[in-house]
């Protein structure tokens, strides 16, 4: 009999929560037919609500490493675990009035909750077996929920792309990890980082592995040249989905990133370092150019998260102390960002009769003399993404620069600066639309199904953005406190 | 006791409330205006209490972000005096006129007004240089919507310009800040004490463009042009009036202190760009056919002057440099609202349709003359106190200088006497012939009387106001001027 390694339960708590959540809403939902929506409310809110208490719990703890040391709970992972549970919870009480939450809500929140557990087990990944259990948990989940919005073809559309390019990218990423493994005769992070240490590190074998590994990675942060799928999925999926991959995906993603390159990569760093230099630059230029010829507002902010997450690798790259406390900082006030953008279009588009692919910039004209709350709150979400102050974005950036410009970075610095510029142009264009005069817009809209859920989201995710913004020092504490937990901090 | 960050939150606060509640267009209307009213009784409590050698008053210290080192510092001397007042002032009229003018939409454009002012007024008190970024950066947005939504036919081309050179500036500021902030001996400080001396070329270069662009010297006025243009008259008041000003204001207050030894060493390149820009767009506003863009380009060719006057590193230059600023932005907020008056009334700024305005529109008339009196300098008006000052400090500097800015002096009689003509008197043009636009009257009169008083309250009394500034600008420039060997 082959003896189990041993489980610290309270520290695979949140997940475990999520997962048996899923199951009870399944059951649940076949004995209670007709009251899908109320049950995925509350046992999917209720769930989330558990899973984020026992990461509360946990927070400031000292870092627990489980499942034969193949799953490091400490802050950057409660950090990530937490962040990701309250966009679930934004995207249910988001999703309060749509029709297909009435139809098969069940299915829709386990899905989602199963989605959050695998992402907690990425961000807590320190093997990349874990690691692969995880990001195939919450990408299949992915993939379905993408395609939720069933009678949409674009819906379909997007998640066959988005199934057939993730599955490329994890199937690279294994490839990857592989090699490596041949090379080091470890799937753990720190095992690799040791024997790599150790041994030469310019073997082909390693460099194939890490090259391979990084092309995986970047699949999944989506960050150019592997970037095509962020914009179609992006547009095609249900909206409060949409905005849930923008926030989650990413900030989950940047994580595991982060955790390879610095945990179990350091040795190689002259190998990645400059391939990600490039990347970056190149994102950064390139996504921002694209999200200025975009018409699709939901097109266009998919674009800006490109740019966006070429932006997120400066962090990266510079890593040190303030370089991780800003990515850290960066991403997780982007994912609120991100989600209220989103959360506005999806109030926007369900305001239409027809429900896809009409927000555009002609169709939005005006609309924010009709929704005067969600307008003004668009505004200062496009404000955090071009990163002006008073929002959390400004001081995300302010770090981020700051750190490569006080490490010899200064030229991605710059770059960045550059695509800010762009961006403003672009995001300026949504604002003037949503504000023009010239178009008559219908004062008193009627209150659309589900207009409180969505509002209150739109609120939260409002009040994340300001208060990062006027009075950072505690996210910037806590940001600090998960980032040191990636070990090349210096 | 009250100090200037109420200046800074009471109009912050009005402005988010009359984004938020639906406000009808009277009541928006009288409370933007009861607040720019409170705020500009607040500074003249501030002038009324201040002590020109007292250093920073009316400030606060304390911590905001703690992990960062950035802490709200904020205070008053006698420039950063100076600049408040002009901008609640200022702040004030133009509400009133976008309330005579009656915009649609007026909630918001009032509200975008009064946060215009909070941030820059936080640019003028700021001893922080994030808490200075912010108010520079921020001021930036509401500026561009009020031109996007509210401006006039050719805006698209205006925003993007005005995004193409002062967002791209401004963010190369905050490199150059993040550098003297994060590398601090003893962790991250952005308190502007404590940068001085500490940024390198580099540096400097990074910080003294985004001004550049921003006040703006030659050659990066291209986007100022289309800017005060396509604004509304209130809103290029602001623009050309303060928010301008905050370049020049900068550069004396921030860059100047903070990089003595280069602000020395490189004095002589704001010197000539100053000089160029000076004679370049006196020229051009000579060569232009309507009202607004002579007044534009004239203030491209006072910022040349003012940035001219600080790089002359001197009290005089200092002192002149200030008065100058407060006058010129009270000179060109006036002559912008009159020039959009004279434009919604006649239909029309240009040259062609317009003269002799004069015959039987006396307060016209004589608003408009004391206003063009002004700004070519007449001998006892404020404005040629302060240019003297300049053009002292910089025959001080060498005699060449000192010509080529008495020439300057003389181009500005020029356009200015242009205009008064060409509005005033000469044949009557067709427009006028057509539509008769009335006399200057109560609303849109109220709005520019403020102005024109404070321009001969000054003219009458200039050693009220210097007196006041001399200490603090002397300062400012003195560790640069101990650099440059004067």
């Given at each position: 009999m ?25 059951l649940?939902?076949?004995?209670a037919?007709?009251h ?17 208490g ?14 034969a ?15 990701v ?26 899905l ?15 093997s ?30 997007a998640?066959f ?8 990218g994890?199937?690279v990423?294994?490839y990857?990890?592989?090699f ?14 040791a024997?790599?240490?150790e041994?030469?590190s310019g073997?082909?074998v ?7 590994v990084l092309?995986g ?7 150019m ?27 989950v ?11 179990a ?7 990645w370092s ?8 190149v ?5 921002n ?5 975009q018409?699709?507002?939901?097109r ?10 070429g932006?997120?690798l400066?962090?990266?790259?510079v890593h040190?102390?303030?370089?991780l406390?800003g ?22 588009e369900?305001d239409?009769?027809r ?11 005006a609309w ?23 929002t ?8 981020i620069?700051?750190?490569?410009v006080t ?18 142009a672009?995001?300026?264009r ?5 504000y023009?005069?010239?178009r008559?817009?219908?004062?008193g809209?009627p ?16 009040a994340?953005?300001?208060?990062g913004?006027?009075?950072p ?18 | ?5 109420w200046?800074i939150?009471?109009p912050?606060v ?16 009288y ?9 500009a009784?607040g500074?003249?409590?501030f ?19 703690e992990s ?6 904020v ?7 100076a ?9 004030a ?9 009656g915009?649609?939409?007026s ?5 975008l ?13 700021a ?6 970024y912010v ?16 401006g ?12 193409a050179?002062?967002?791209?500036g401004?963010l ?20 502007m ?6 940024g ?7 910080f ?5 662009i ?26 050309s009036?303060?928010a301008?000003k905050?370049g020049g204001?900068a550069?004396?207050a921030?860059?100047?202190?903070l ?6 060493t ?39 002057f003012i940035?001219?006057?600080v ?6 230059g200092?002192?002149?440099a ?11 907020a ?9 434009e919604?009334?006649a ?6 349709h ?5 015959r ?17 300098a007449?001998?006892g ?6 240019e ?8 001080e ?48 009169l ?10 001969i ?7 009220q106001?210097t007196?006041r500034?001399d200490a603090?600008?002397t ?9 440059a060997?004067?």
């Amino acid at each position: 009999m082959i003896q189990g390694p041993s489980v610290d339960w309270f520290a695979i708590a949140p997940e475990v929560a999520l997962i048996v959540g899923a199951f009870v809403l399944l059951l649940a939902a076949a004995f209670a037919r007709g009251h899908e929506r109320a049950l995925s409310l509350i046992l999917g809110l209720g769930t989330l609500i558990v899973s984020v208490g026992f990461s509360v719990a946990a927070w400031g703890d000292a870092p627990v490493v489980t499942m034969a040391d193949a799953f490091r709970v400490d802050d950057l992972t409660e950090l990530v675990r937490i962040t990701v549970a309250a966009l679930a919870a934004l995207v249910l009480l988001l999703s309060v009035g749509w029709n297909r939450l009435r139809e098969q809500g069940s299915e829709f929140t386990a899905l989602l909750l199963l989605t959050c557990a695998g992402m907690g087990v990425v961000a807590g990944s320190t093997s990349f077996v874990t690691l692969f259990v995880g990001l195939e948990l919450f990408s299949l989940s992915l993939y379905v929920l993408v395609a939720f919005d069933g009678k949409s073809r674009a819906s379909l559309e997007a998640s066959f792309k988005y199934l057939v390019l993730g599955t490329l990218g994890s199937i690279v990423l294994v490839y990857g990890a592989a090699f490596l493994y041949g090379a080091t005769g470890s799937f753990m992070y720190d095992g690799i980082a040791a024997s790599l240490a150790e041994g030469g590190s310019g073997e082909a074998v390693v460099t194939l592995g890490t090259a391979l590994v990084l092309v995986g990675l970047l699949f999944k942060v989506g960050v150019m040249p592997f970037h095509m799928w962020v914009p179609d999925v992006y547009e095609g999926a249900p909206t409060q989905i949409t905005g849930f991959m923008a926030g989650a995906t990413k900030l989950v993603a940047f994580v595991a990133l982060a955790r390879i390159l610095l945990d179990a990569l350091p040795a190689v760093e002259h190998l990645w370092s400059p391939v990600l230099i490039i990347v970056a630059i190149v994102t950064i230029i390139g996504g921002n150019i694209a999200a200025l010829v975009q018409t699709n507002v939901k097109r266009m902010i998919a674009w800006s998260s490109v740019g966006a997450a070429g932006y997120a690798l400066i962090g990266i790259i510079v890593h040190g102390d303030l370089g991780l406390r800003g990515l850290v900082f960066y991403l997780a006030t982007y994912a609120f960002t991100a989600f209220g953008a989103f959360a506005v279009i999806a109030l926007f588009e369900r305001d239409q009769s027809r429900a896809k692919g009409y927000a555009t910039l002609d169709g939005m004209r005006a609309w924010g003399f009709s929704r005067p709350f969600a307008g003004m709150a668009m505004v200062v979400f496009l404000l955090a993404f071009a990163g002006f102050p008073p929002t959390a974005g400004f001081i995300g950036k302010f770090v981020i620069s700051g750190a490569a410009v006080t490490n010899d970075y200064v030229y991605l610095a710059v770059v960045g600066v550059i695509g800010s510029v762009i961006g403003l142009a672009y995001y300026l264009r949504v604002i003037v639309a949503l504000y023009d005069r010239s178009r008559k817009s219908d004062v008193g809209l009627p209150a659309t199904p589900g207009l409180g859920g969505a509002s209150l989201a739109i609120l939260l995710c409002l009040a994340v953005v300001l208060l990062g913004g006027i009075l950072p020092s505690l996210g910037l504490d806590w940001a600090g406190q998960a980032a040191s937990f990636l070990t090349v901090a210096k | 006791m009250i100090t200037v960050s109420w200046l800074i939150a009471v109009p912050a606060v009005a402005a988010v409330l009359l984004l938020l509640l639906p406000f009808g267009r009277q009541a928006a209307g009288y409370l933007a205006l009861l607040v720019s009213l409170a705020v500009a009784g607040g500074v003249i409590g501030f002038i009324y209490r201040f002590e020109p050698l007292g250093g920073d008053q009316f400030g606060d210290n304390i911590a905001w972000i703690e992990s960062l080192g950035v802490r709200w510092h904020v205070g008053v001397n006698g420039v950063s005096l100076a600049m408040i007042s002009i901008t609640a002032l200022i702040t004030a009229c133009a509400i009133g006129y976008g309330m005579w003018a009656g915009r649609d939409r007026s909630h918001a454009s009032f509200a975008l007004i009064l946060l215009t002012e909070a941030f820059l007024i936080m640019v003028f008190s700021a001893r922080d240089l994030v808490v200075f970024y912010v108010g520079f950066e921020g001021m930036l947005i509401p500026l561009l919507v009020l031109l996007a939504a509210w401006g006039g036919a050719g805006r698209k081309a205006a925003v993007v310009q005005v995004i193409a050179y002062t967002a791209l500036g401004t963010l190369l500021m905050l490199l150059a800040i993040a550098y003297l902030g994060f590398t601090a001996p003893g962790g991250p400080n952005f308190s502007m004490a404590d940068a001085v001396g500490r940024g390198n070329d580099w540096v400097f270069a990074a910080f003294a463009l985004a001004l550049v662009i921003k006040s703006p010297l030659f050659p990066f006025h291209g986007w100022v042009l289309p800017a005060y243009r396509e604004s509304s008259p209130e809103v290029a008041a602001v623009l050309s009036g303060v928010a301008s000003k905050a370049g020049g204001f900068a550069f004396l207050a921030v860059l100047v202190p903070l990089f003595p030894a280069q602000a020395a060493t490189y004095a002589w390149v704001f010197i000539a760009l100053g000089t160029i820009g000076f004679l370049y767009g006196a020229f051009l506003a000579f060569r232009q056919s309507d009202g607004r863009s002579v007044i534009a380009y004239s203030s491209i060719a006072q910022m040349s002057f003012i940035i001219l006057g600080v790089f002359l590193l001197d009290s005089r230059g200092a002192t002149g440099a200030t008065f100058q600023m407060v006058n010129h932005a009270l000179v060109s907020a006036a002559l912008f609202l009159l020039a959009g008056w004279l434009e919604t009334q006649a239909g029309s700024g240009s040259f062609k349709h317009l003269g002799g305005l004069a015959r039987s529109r006396p307060v016209l008339a004589t608003v408009a003359l004391i206003l063009g009196m002004a700004a070519l300098a007449v001998p006892g008006s404020s404005v040629f106190a302060s240019e003297f000052l300049i053009m002292l400090g910089a025959f001080e500097h060498s005699w060449w200088l000192g010509s080529i800015v008495a020439i300057g002096i003389v181009f500005a009689a020029m356009y200015m006497l242009r205009w008064i003509s060409a509005v005033l008197h000469e044949r009557e043009g067709d427009l006028v012939g057509s539509l008769n636009p009335p006399d200057l009257r109560r609303g849109a009169l109220l709005c520019l009387l403020p102005l024109v008083l404070c321009l001969i309250g000054l003219s009458i009394a200039p050693a009220q106001f210097t007196d006041r500034v001399d200490a603090a600008a002397t300062a400012l420039v003195s560790s640069a001027a101990k650099e440059a060997g004067r």
